[in-house]
Structures are given as C-alpha cells and as structure tokens.
T-cell receptor, first 113, second 121 residues
Framework: DVVMTQSPESLAVPLGERATINCRSS????????????LAWYQQKPGQPPKLLIF???TRESGVPDRFSGSGSGTDFTLSISSLEAEDVAVYYC?????????FGGGTRVEIK | QVQLEQSGAEVKRPGSSVRISCKVH????????FTWLRQTPGQGLEWLGG????????NTAQHLRTRITITADKSTRTVYMELNGLTSEDAAIYYC??????????????WGRGTLITVSS
C-alpha cells in the first residue's frame, strides 16, 4: 500500500498569512502514461464530511476559492492557503488515487494564531 | 444538486452485523461508481470498497473481504454497505461518496454526511 505522510500535524497561522501543508507518498504517484500526479486534497470541518479541494495535485475543484493551491510532483506535494481566513479552520487531508487501495494522509489541523 | 442521504446512527453488539444505506439524489446512478469509507480518530480515513451500479460490480478492501458486502438497488437509487462480525475496531463514522473517475483508483466529489456506528456490549 502507498503510505501518505502529512506534516505538520497541526499549525497555527495568523489571519491573512500563508498556510502550507506537506504530503509525502511512499511511492511515486506520477503516471508515466499521462504525466499526472494522482493526488487529491480535502478539507474537513467539525461535524462535516471531507470536501474536495484539489485533484491531479494542482487542479482546483469548481467553487473552491483561488487562495487554495496545490503543487508538487512525484512523491512530495504541498497545499497552500495564500491568505488564511477564519472559515479555513479545518483538518486537511491528502489522498493518493494512483493505486489500490487508495490511501489518505493522517491529516493536518489548521488553526488561527 | 447531488446529495447522498445516509441512514442514521446505530449501536450494535459485538459479533452482530450492520447495514448502512446511502440514497443518491440528483446524480444518475448508472453514470458513476460509489465508495464506502470510514473514519476513526485512531485510523483516520480508510477505504472500505466500492460499487459500479450499472454493472453491479464491487471491489472491497482485502482485510475486510470476508466481512463486507456492498450492493446497489438501482430501482431505489440506493447503495448499501453491510459489515458482519462487528468488533470495537469497527466503531467509526461511515461515509458513502461518489467517485470522480481517474482511470485508476477514484477520488471523491460528493460525500454523505456520515453514519456513526457504535459497537458496545
């Protein structure tokens, strides 16, 4: 199975500042067939299910604010929130869908400092 | 508007079975696959398995294969997940989700609100 490791486990960022979350896969999740990284990012607020933010490592889902961006390739990926807003307080998860079983990172909790 | 309506929370005895339903609103059932996942504080998010209703083909996690059954009723637009032989380790919030196909494993664009399963004697 592909192990997904997120860091940090939690971070506190002042409103308006940048938040950066890292995700590393134990194997490359970049396809040599289509040159795409099979990585998604989700946001989960308390009492709610996860919400899709980013797929193909950097494609923003429809309706997701452009302050959210994804980057990286191969085994190392980053989710950035360019200017943190109060509504962004949540736990963020990465997920690989390159191989079965699909697997998730352990989550990163983002709070306001 | 796509909504996945899950059945309510349940308390189950160890060794018993649970069946959770997920009624699909606003999405053509035959155009998509649907997946079951669960979430616990200790194990995080875990993929359990999925089904392609149009061909009635399911795929489940290896370590649950003897205990889990995933089915779909196209007439009622409902997907089901049944888990047998419950232990305390099966206590979790169970989610159904709609697959966004990728060519490999899926990612998920719509989720149900979750069903809390408590296992207690």
């Amino acid at each position: 199975d592909v192990v997904m490791t997120q860091s940090p486990e939690s971070l506190a960022v002042p409103l308006g500042e940048r938040a950066t979350i890292n995700c590393r896969s134990s194997q490359r999740i970049l396809s040599s067939v289509n040159n795409r990284d099979y990585l998604a990012w989700y946001q989960q607020k308390p009492g709610q299910p996860p919400k899709l933010l980013i797929f193909w490592a950097s494609t923003r889902e429809s309706g997701v604010p452009d302050r959210f961006s994804g980057s990286g390739s191969g085994t190392d990926f980053t989710l950035s929130i360019s200017s943190l807003e109060a509504e962004d307080v949540a736990v963020y998860y990465c997920q690989q869908y390159f191989s079965s079983p699909l697997t998730f990172g352990g989550g990163t909790r983002v709070e306001i400092k | 508007q796509v909504q996945l309506e899950q059945s309510g929370a349940e308390v189950k005895r160890p060794g018993s079975s649970v069946r959770i339903s997920c009624k699909v609103h606003g999405s053509p059932l035959n155009n998509y696959a649907f997946t079951w996942l669960r979430q616990t504080p200790g194990q995080g998010l875990e993929w359990l398995g999925g089904i392609v209703p149009i061909v009635d083909r399911s795929n489940t996690a290896q370590h649950l294969r003897t205990r889990i059954t995933i089915t779909a009723d196209k007439s009622t637009r409902t997907v089901y997940m049944e888990l047998n032989g419950l232990t305390s380790e099966d206590a979790a919030i169970y989610y159904c989700a709609r697959d966004r196909p990728s060519g490999n494993s899926p990612f998920f664009d719509y989720w149900g609100r979750g069903t809390l399963i408590t296992v207690s004697s």
